[in-house]
């Protein structure tokens, strides 16, 4: 069970849309619709943003979006803002009733 | 609401066993649409998947942890812990738990604790 692969860090100005990829392989994200993307300020416990691959809870901005082709997951989310900056992190299932995360990508809003 | 809050020791030995629970409050761990999670996250690092419980007892833990882990639960206080045995300066992290949906979706968390290992 190894990590899914996002990249480190993205970066993007206000208004702007960004997309974060999240790529595992047949055993994870390419067998089940069930990624599921978090939302992490410092200091605090992560947010759920999307689940079931392109779901958002209630209460979550129609600005974050998901996507899954394949092995790879993409959480985008468009109308960039200040508050956007974080930390976000991919999740997905990986049999056995168990998940697995990515390793977290920071996003700047420059 | 639903309220989850960690609890346990600060501060654990070197090969001692790290021991937290986690009360759940605002609804019944009894639920059967959910399982309740642990995970952790070393300082300045991501997160990482430690296992799952359903209210019946059976657990569900990662691989790579597996033979020192155990959790369990306690439906009539609401309750739900983990046991971390042999650990090591590795094992320093904040520690959550969760709400888990779909085996995988961690829709509630509690605000986490850090544990450090240091003698």
């Known amino acids: 069970q190894s990590a899914l692969t996002q990249p480190a860090s993205v970066s993007g100005s206000p208004g702007q849309s960004i997309t974060i990829s999240c790529t595992g392989t047949?055993?994870?994200?390419?067998?089940?619709?069930?990624v599921s993307w978090y939302q992490q300020h410092p200091g605090k416990a992560p947010k759920l943003m999307i689940y079931?691959?392109?779901k958002r809870p209630s209460g979550v901005s129609n600005r974050f979006s998901g996507s899954k082709s394949g092995n790879t997951a993409s959480l985008t989310i468009s109308g960039l803002q200040a508050e956007d900056e974080a930390d976000y992190y991919c999740?997905?299932?990986?049999?056995?009733?168990?998940?697995?995360f990515g390793g977290g990508t920071k996003l700047t809003v420059l | 609401q639903l309220q989850l809050q960690e609890s346990g020791p600060g501060l654990v030995k070197p090969s001692e066993t790290l021991s937290l629970t986690c009360t759940v409050s605002?609804?019944?761990?009894?639920?059967?649409?959910?399982?309740w999670g642990w995970i952790r996250q070393p300082p300045g690092k991501g997160l990482e998947w430690i296992g799952s419980?359903?209210?019946?007892?059976?657990?569900y833990y990662n691989p790579s942890l597996k033979s020192r882990v155990t959790i369990s639960v306690d439906t009539s206080k609401n309750q739900f812990s983990l046991k971390l045995s042999s650990v090591t300066a590795a094992d320093t992290a904040v520690y959550y738990c969760?709400?888990?949906?779909?085996?995988?979706?961690?829709?509630?968390w509690g605000q986490g604790t850090l544990v450090t290992v240091s003698s």
């Open positions: 999740c997905s299932y990986a049999g056995s009733s168990t998940g697995v």
């Open positions: 969760a709400r888990v949906r779909y085996s995988s979706e961690l829709d509630y």
């Open positions: 079931e691959v392109s």
């Open positions: 419980i359903y209210y019946s007892g059976s657990t």
């Open positions: 047949s055993s994870d994200v390419g067998s089940y619709n069930l």
């Open positions: 605002g609804g019944s761990i009894s639920s059967s649409s959910y399982y």
